[in-house]
């Protein structure tokens, strides 16, 4: 017998739905079944167990990567690095940067950052590695906003206002020294596509993400248009370097870490610039340079674009491809779908979705948000990791909160999803891992090819170089960005799979006397601002050097 309890409640939730009190009523009594069908309705019979997920997981995800698994993606990552420097256009991109810092550069500097929400202007003073811990200063630093008002403004009229808020940012500074014979030198870091063409210039691209800038000025020279745009406001400015994101990185911590080879962008995205010998990469990929260019390059920083890497050799699992198969372009960055910040939260969705359906943890419900693509963040991935309390209650209280349940998720439930999200970024940092050490391998393999093509004619700076570059036993990669900097244990599992990669592939291994080979990790703070001060720097014409 139904009770007048259940009556009220059932017309209450029918009320809520649209429904009349009086319809809800007579709905009930009618047929009172009706109500129950509009509950959660029970899920099928679990499949398998959690611990048997858990296990079929770790296989999947971390399985490739064990018993010399992880070496011989190492090898194959190399092969494709080798065939991307010759053969393929988009990636391995040699930059107009072919000497690094010697560390005594000093000098006040502009420095430009723009990025997809935001332009930052600062005025940088460079010390000298001598000084420590202040090689390098930000004097003035101003941010702002790039809303969706800047991006629509077209052409010129967006950077009118780019010099507007240099002059914004200048006018709290004494400038007054610099003339338009002697201008303040400006480097800037450059977020968007750009064919570059000099140290300080190249042919603007469209730069996506909402921005009308280019309209109208593709094709022209990006610091040609910057030049004028200050001009026109009556700064005694000049653009004469542009970096891109992981370039900047590399130089912002070759000033300080003479050591420093490889620069690491771990964010939304990923990227890796590496500092090559020239003869590595295709002669088509330099284009046009000028002769004192090439004539005092026997290195150069190369934009790897190392998401595009990986196709047909990495590990996927059935959930990358389920992400792969609904990605509107599925083989563009094959790579950064295993790696990056902007991917490893769908990752775990995907993965999540699937044990809800098959073990029935989570009581069996998937949660309504967990339908949407995209939906279970990176950053929730980070912050249930960072619990390590025994109950795990500030994790549970975040998942429930921005993924709801008619089901609250239990400690155990959230112990399983802290599980997989440890798979998922161990795997991520496993694959960036092998990606270091395959370009560590192929620089130091270009380096005896070079040493071995030089003759007694050619430079004899180029021989010296080359026999300086062979001896580092120790390599300094500086990093950046959110996944590397606040994931919580993602710096420790990195470090370690690049050091046991290491062990594998050293001298002693082989029974060699030879110093084993370290590789270590310095973040880069500010390395935007700071690494385009130090390519203004590093150039000939520009550098400055403090007397010893």
């Known amino acids: 017998m139904t009770s007048l309890r259940e009556v009220v409640v059932a017309a209450i939730k029918s009320l809520l739905r649209g429904k009349s009190f009086i319809e809800a009523l007579l709905a009930f009594w009618i047929s009172p079944s009706a109500i129950k069908d509009q509950n959660v309705k029970p899920t099928k019979p679990p499949i398998k167990s959690p611990a048997e997920f858990l296990r079929e997981a770790e296989r999947l995800l971390l399985g490739p990567i064990d018993n010399g698994g992880l070496k011989e993606f190492a090898g194959r990552m190399k092969l494709q690095f080798r065939e991307g420097l010759w053969s393929n256009p988009a990636?391995?991109?040699p930059s107009y940067n072919h000497q690094l810092p010697s560390g005594y550069e000093s000098g006040q500097f502009l420095a430009l950052d723009v990025g997809g929400s935001t332009l930052r202007v600062a005025l940088v003073e460079l010390r000298s590695r001598g000084i420590q811990d202040a090689e390098s200063i930000i004097i003035r630093m101003e941010s702002y906003k790039i809303g969706s008002e800047v991006k629509g403004l077209r052409g010129v009229a967006f950077f009118d206002w780019m010099a507007e808020r240099i002059h914004e940012t200048l006018a709290k500074e004494d400038t007054k020294h610099h003339t338009l014979e002697k201008p303040l030198l400006m480097g800037l870091a450059w977020s968007f596509p750009i064919e570059q063409t000099s140290a300080r210039g190249g042919k603007l691209q469209g730069m996506g993400k909402g921005f009308k800038a280019g309209d109208g000025l593709l094709g022209q020279d990006l610091g040609g248009i910057i030049n004028l745009a200050c001009r026109k406001k009556g700064l005694n400015v000049e653009l004469s370097a542009i970096v891109n994101d992981s370039s900047a990185t590399l130089l912002s911590q070759a000033y300080v870490n003479p050591?420093?080879?490889?620069?690491?962008?771990?964010?939304?995205?990923?990227?890796?610039?590496?500092?090559l010998p020239v003869t590595t990469i295709g002669s088509a990929k330099y284009g046009d340079r000028p002769s004192k260019w090439t004539e005092k390059a026997s290195h150069v920083i190369v934009n790897t674009e190392l998401g595009m890497f990986g196709k047909d050799i990495l590990p996927l699992t059935k959930w990358d491809e389920l992400l792969k198969s609904?990605?509107?372009?599925?083989?563009?960055?094959?790579?950064?779908h295993l790696v990056s910040g902007m991917y490893l939260g769908e990752v775990c969705r995907l993965v999540?979705?699937?044990?809800?359906?098959?073990?029935?943890?989570?009581?069996?419900?998937?949660?309504?948000?967990?339908?949407?693509?995209?939906?279970l963040s990176t950053e929730t991935m980070s912050d249930i990791e960072a619990d390590n309390s025994p109950a795990l209650e500030k994790a549970r209280s975040i998942y429930i909160s921005r993924h709801p349940s008619s089901v609250e998720p239990t400690c155990e439930d959230i112990k399983f999803l802290k599980t997989l999200c440890s798979y998922i970024s161990r795997r991520s940092a496993s694959i960036v891992a092998a990606s270091l050490i395959a370009l560590w391998e192929l620089k130091k393999e270009a380096e005896a090819e070079f040493l071995a093509g030089l003759s007694a004619d050619d430079s004899t700076m180029f021989i010296s170089d080359t026999e300086a570059e062979m001896k580092l036993t120790g390599t300094m990669v500086a990093f950046n960005g959110s996944v590397i900097e606040h994931y919580p244990g993602y710096q420790d599992n990195l470090k370690g799979y690049v050091d046991n990669?290491?062990?594998?592939?050293?001298?002693?291994?082989?029974?060699?006397?030879?110093?084993?080979?370290?590789?270590d990790f310095v973040p880069a703070k500010e390395s935007s601002l700071l690494g385009a001060a130090v390519a203004l720097a590093s150039l000939d014409e520009n550098m400055t050097l403090l007397p010893n």
């Open 326 to 336: 609904s990605h509107p372009r599925p083989d563009f960055q094959p790579l950064e």
């Open 501 to 519: 990669l290491l062990a594998s592939t050293s001298p002693s291994s082989s029974g060699s006397s030879a110093p084993v080979a370290s590789m």
């Open 91 to 93: 990636c391995m991109l």
């Open 259 to 275: 050591s420093t080879r490889f620069g690491l962008i771990l964010g939304t995205g990923v990227n890796i610039a590496a500092h």
């Open 352 to 375: 999540l979705v699937d044990a809800i359906e098959s073990t029935g943890v989570f009581g069996g419900v998937v949660s309504p948000t967990l339908l949407t693509p995209y939906s």
